[in-house]
């Protein structure tokens, strides 16, 4: 069995009879209404401990960039708080049928990504987090950033309500269409701009179907000529990245001459460790790249001070560029409460994952691990910087546009899970009802609540110099 795999092995190749009796067995042992619950004890740890845990393991100048961007909004916290949840959904009822898990499923962590084919597809984007587990945990970070987001935007209780509904309703019925399907179209199963267009975007408004159009335009746009043209310049006469300090700072303007030499060489050890981890084909089309400029980018919120850099790469000539991104991979924060993962490397971990539960992933995806980074060892997973990427702005949202993203993410992530779990007993476990997608409106709004308390706790740390955060 292929190592951090969430299913055992009898569990596949029983029939689906028996299949779908575990899921109706569950729901015995684990009522779909008692995932309302979520009420935290007087032993929940702090939340800014564990932020500060996190943190200490980062680049310590830019931590306070972390926490300045975490304090902006209770969304932006709850972006950058995927490890306070992980704790919290430990103490809520599962029903002990595991699929891989993107462990991050925030709204915007969904997003237009292009596949190898060059079609214009809508998939989960971030697997940092991503580990075998409870289905119920992503479904949950998915209806409670949905909230969150929500309130932000100044939805109404009941407007709220509507777009959780849809959204887990959405997740409950794909789920039951794909327990219905065989392996092989489960796993062929994308869905792709014209596909998105018909079950989700045709039937909103003119202005929702025009904002659509130009999502997929721009995310046209959004790929390695475009970073290029963007983020590079000429010095004396060699094409090198441009600084945008303390976003993005060049390698040579990071540590003196003798230290920057050896990290640079690092990273270049790291890009060959790394190419030996894609297929021959891949390996052979990046061996035609040389490695000409290296600079450290910050990302994301709950990223900032993460390992991550940029690496330019030229090709034919200096105008055939190949920008890659590698970024830290750290355990997952799900790993202490729902297992480590069976991967040799956190790189790998990131990757397979991805792999899993994406329907079609960048042709340059890969792992490496390398020596010496911050003086010790550290495993990194490597992809294309910009790859036909959009992502969704849910500030100009309307209650109806936002519930249709919701229904779009929803049936997303049932396609995630069913490529990786046993979907035919989850489908017999939420059923042909709606008592699941109800239960989950409550408790999305119960941990809305929670994060609104967590995001203060944050900011009252601020205040106090307890933690320093910085606006960028």
Known sequence: MTPGHPADGDTRHRTPQERAALGKDARSAVPRSSHVEFAPTDKRPDPVDIIEAQSAARVPELVPIRYGRMTESPFRFYRGAAAIMAGDLADTPRSGIRAQLCGDAHLLNFRLLGSPERRMMFDINDFD??????????????????????????????????????????????????????????????????????????????????????????????????????????????????????????????????????????????????????????????????????????????????????????GRDDTDPLLLQAKEAGESVLAPFAGASGYRTQGERVVSGQRL?????????????????????????????????????????????????????????????????DRIAIAAYLGGGDVFDRALVTFAERYADQNEKDHQALVDAVRSGRVKAEAT
């Open 129 to 314: 987090e991503t580990l075998p587990g409870p289905w119920e945990w992503d479904v949950k970070r998915l209806s409670a950033s949905l909230v969150i987001a929500g309130r932000a935007i100044g939805f109404s209780t009941r407007e709220r309500a509507d777009i959780v509904m849809s959204a887990v309703r959405s997740y409950r019925k794909w789920m039951r269409r794909f327990a219905t399907m065989g392996n092989l179209p489960v796993w062929y199963s994308q869905f792709d701009e014209e596909w998105v267009w018909e079950h989700f975007v045709q039937d909103v408004s003119t202005r929702a179907r025009h904002r659509w159009t130009q999502s997929v335009a721009k995310a046209r746009t959004r790929d390695s000529l475009q970073a290029f043209s963007k983020l590079t310049h000429l010095v004396d006469g060699k094409v090198r990245i441009a600084p945008d300090p303390p976003l993005i700072t060049p390698l040579q303007d990071l540590l003196p001459a003798v230290e920057r030499a050896e990290l640079g060489k690092q990273i270049r050890r790291l890009i060959e460790q790394y190419g030996q981890s894609l297929p021959s084909d891949r390996r052979f089309l990046l061996e035609q790249y040389q490695v000409v400029d290296v600079a450290r980018k910050v990302v994301g919120v709950g990223s900032v001070g993460t390992r991550c850099w940029i690496v330019l790469l030229l």
């Open 357 to 421: 539960m994406q329907a079609t992933s960048d042709i340059f995806l890969g792992w490496g691990r390398v020596e010496g980074i911050d003086g010790r060892r550290r495993d990194f997973y490597v992809r294309q910087l910009r790859d036909w990427k959009g992502i969704a702005e849910p500030e100009t949202m309307v209650p109806r546009g936002m519930r249709a993203f919701g229904s779009l993410c929803g049936a997303t992530l049932a396609r995630a899970h069913a490529r990786s779990g």
